[in-house]
Each structure stands twice: as structure tokens, then as C-alpha cells.
């Protein structure tokens, strides 16, 4: 997903829809940004997928209109994807 033989649809994904930042309402942002901070420097300025739970959505069109960290719950991605398919 990241680094040196990052297959292209991540590539694509990545440059498409940048990080957005992690839920700070999640009960484990703490712990993540912990983790982050300590293993990952950089890690806020970075594009890179930071779990493997990334979620992005892309469009009927095949554009990618949004991106999910690990942190948003799959209610919120479906949300989202309900709009989309109402479009």
C-alpha cells in the first residue's frame, strides 16, 4: 500500500484523495496517534494509508470522492455511499 512496489490502484487512490485527518472522536485516536507519533514520523503530512482498514469511495464516474481512515465506523462510509448512489 505504501512505499517502493505500491501497487498502482493505491498510488492512484492516494493522489487522488489525500489523508483527511483521523476521527478525533474515535475511542482509539489517542492510542493511534500515539503510535503514530512514535513509529511514523511525519506521519500527519504524509498521503501514505496509515491501516490497513482505509476505506476510499469513487463515484459512478470512477472518481474518488472520499476516504476513510480507520478511525470512521462503516456507518458513516455507508452514509456516504448511500449519497453517492442517490446521485
Known sequence: ???????????WLKKAMGFQGLNKNHPYYDGMVGMFDKNVPGWEQSDDIKWNFTKFLINKRGTVVGRFETTYGIDEVQKEVAKELDK
Open 1 to 11: 500500500m505504501n512505499g517502493e512496489g505500491t501497487d498502482p490502484i493505491f498510488t
